[in-house]
Every structure is written in C-alpha cells, then in structure tokens.
C-alpha cells in the first residue's frame, strides 16, 4: 500500500507521529513535572530516529522520513525557531539589567564563566578520543563550542518553566530573567566568533554595518507603525536579517536573534507576545523539535555517548550552580537562594539544542557530539522542576525578595 503514497501524504502521516505521540505520553503518563511537553517532544524524535526505531525498523525509517519529507519538515523547523529565537531577542530587558548593573554583571558572569570553564575541560578530554570533533572545526573552536553548551541558559525555556512554578512575575523570576538575558547575549556573540570565517570577513563587517545602519530606519518605522502593523513588519524584518547573517557565513540564526534585539518589548502588548511565543510552540515547534531528535547519532557507541553526556551533564549543572553559590557570597544572598537560581539558570532544552544544532551544520562538532550535548540538555531540563519546586515551598519568602 505504502508504494502508492505520494510525498504530501507521507509528509502528514509523519506530522501525525509528530504531534499525537508526544501529546499522548504527556498526556496520558502526566509528565509535566518532569519533564514538560517540549521535552518529550523532543525524547520522541530521538526514540523515531535512526538511532532507536530506524535501527530496529529500518524500512519505517526510510519510508517515513525520506529525503523529500524531510526537506519540507526543515524548512517548517527553520522559520519556526527563528521565530521562537526573535521572541527571545524581543523579550531581552537590557534596561532593567542596567539599573542593577552590579549584581547582573556578576551573577551573569559567574553562572556563565564557570560552566563554560567545566564545559571546556571536558571537551579537551574528549580531544583525546576520535570521533567528537568535527572535520572542520579547529581545536579552539570545539573547546569553546562543547563550553558554551555547557554555560547556555534557555531563555525561552526558562520562562516556561517559571510560569509553571508561579514565580515569572515575582522579584526573583524578574532577577533571573535579567541574568539569563545577558548570558544570552553571550552566547550568540560567542557564537558569532565561532563562525566567524576569515575568507567572508568582508561580507560579516559589510552585514553588521547594513544592519547598524537599517536598524535606525527599522526602529523609527516601528514607532511610527500601529501594534498590528508591527507584527507583520517585523517577520519581513525577521526574513530580511536572516537572509543577510546567512549570506555573510553568520548563520541565519545569528541575524533571527539581532531582528529580535534590536527590538522593544513594549512596542507589542506583552498577552500576545506570551500567546505568540505559545502559538508557535504549539503548531510549528514540535516538527524542530522532531527534526532535532532525528539528527542523533549512536555509531560510536552508545556507552561512550552517555559517559560523555553524564561528563557534560556534571559539568553544566555544577559549574552554574559553583557560579550562583560564588555569586551569592559576594552579594551576600540569604541561605538556599543561590541553590534555586542557580538549578533555574542551568536550564538547557531550546536554546542550546539551537546552538549545537549549528555546530553540526558547520562541522564544528560531530553527530556522536551532538547527541551527546543533546541527552545532556534534556537530563538538565528534567531536572529543574523536581530539584526547584520543593525548595521553593520551604523558602516562599524568596519569591518576593528584592536585591
């Protein structure tokens, strides 16, 4: 019967595996606590990739997810994350990360430098072994890259965790945000370094000054423009920084977060950012999602993997929480506070998963790599709930504290 189906007919029956599994263990095995419905979206794409179901059923594999259904599920996951990313460029509050510079810089610092530090050790240990760097990265850039995965808080990620626990519009999930948002920033330059190829440099600086200089037209236009009028605005604006980033060998996902930051959050009405960002999660996310976990990759090994995901896993979780306890002696936080920032901003999941999704593209990291990085973000992002919850239920008078 199979033989009959045409593409746009296969290409729904793997939207139909992509969106009702998902729901239906997170539905039916209530898994929220654990792990939210974005995670196990993306379990289920590891579970539906080569590696798991196209090992033991081939033929499904090959079938389902051919080389043209898989065309168009890229392209659905490409505009989909750049969307989710200009949302998060859109949401960055520099200004209230200025008006507590001190203790911002700091805390930001710290959760990011030290996991970024553990990260990059063990990226230099897995040096020793072949398989994990990937053929065109040189050394430094696969130390940095594996680092800062190691250090990435995801934005987006943590805002819906935090909503979950009911602390997003209180003092300290205000304080958080401000420390993810410039970590955040961090990690897309950092990024942009890694990129940064020396045979395009004239096309990079020839982007970053169009940009500069449009930013100026794109920012007085928007004010000008009714609410309505914005939202359409700024997805050309999306495509257009996108298309300019990816020319100049920045990447598009690099010019999807400049569209974003270069934004004001209350140029729109902060309910529909909030149904916007929950909007694309639902239809059009779960197919990245999908499509992420489709990419790992098991040929080295499964045990050697997983010790390289639980060496990454230790050193991601404990560098942010070293990070957070170092920052709270030098600003004097009361007992247990750091430990609660500290598990929120370790939280990996989307952004990272973007970040490493890119090293692959380049060839900075291998597909053993990737998964590697990829088991390691969806171990933190489990973890968070479980580990945060109860401490907050013993320590309520931290959610209304103020530096």
């Known amino acids: 019967m199979h033989t009959t189906m045409n593409t746009t007919e296969i290409f729904l029956l793997a939207m139909l595996l992509i969106f009702s599994i998902p729901y239906l263990v997170w539905r039916v095995c209530k898994t929220d606590y654990y792990a939210p419905l974005v995670v196990v979206q993306i379990i289920t794409g590891v579970l539906l990739g080569p590696g798991v179901m196209g090992a033991i059923y081939p033929d499904y594999y090959k079938f389902i997810f051919n080389p043209s259904v898989m065309l168009a599920m890229n392209g659905i996951a490409w ?3 750049m969307i989710f990313v200009m949302i998060a460029g859109i949401e960055l509050d520099l ?22 530090a553990f990260g990059a050790a063990v990226a230099a240990g897995m040096l020793g072994y072949a398989g994990w760097i990937g053929p065109k990265a040189m050394t430094w850039q696969f130390v940095v890259g594996v680092g800062m995965a190691c250090a990435v808080t995801a934005l987006p990620i943590l805002i819906l965790l935090m909503e979950k626990l009911d602390i997003l519009r209180q003092p300290i ?11 955040d920033i961090a990690i897309w330059g950092v990024l942009a370094l890694i990129l940064l190829d020396w045979d395009r440099v004239g096309r990079q600086l020839g982007f970053l000054l169009a940009f500069g200089i449009a930013t100026v037209g794109y920012r007085r236009l928007m004010v000008w423009l009714a609410e309505r009028d914005r939202w359409y605005v700024g997805l050309i604006w999306l495509a257009l920084c996108g298309f300019g980033a990816d020319w100049a060998g920045l990447h598009f996902m690099v010019g999807a977060f400049l569209a974003g930051a270069v934004m004001d959050a209350h140029w729109f009405d902060q309910a529909k950012m909030d149904l916007m960002r929950h909007h694309v999660l639902l239809a059009i996310m779960p197919v990245y999602f999908l499509s992420t976990g489709l990419r790992t990759n098991w040929d080295m090994g499964s045990a050697a993997v997983f010790i390289a995901a639980g060496a990454l896993l230790v050193a991601s979780v404990g560098g942010k929480l070293i990070g957070a306890h170092i920052a709270g002696r030098i600003l004097n936080w009361k007992k247990g506070e750091a430990g609660i920032i500290g598990w929120l901003l370790q939280t990996k999941a989307l952004i990272m998963i973007i970040f490493v999704n890119i090293l692959l593209d380049k060839q900075i990291i291998t597909s053993e790599t990737f998964t590697a990085l990829l088991l390691m973000a969806i171990a933190s992002t489990m973890l968070t709930v479980p580990v945060v919850y109860p401490r907050l239920q013993r320590m309520k008078e931290i959610i209304f504290r103020n530096t």
């Open 173 to 183: 999930g205000q304080r958080i945000l401000r420390y993810a948002s410039l970590d």
């Open 95 to 116: 200004k209230q990360a200025w008006a507590h510079r001190r203790e911002t810089t700091i805390t930001s610092a710290l959760a990011l430098g030290v996991p970024l």
């Open 79 to 81: 505009w989909a994350v």
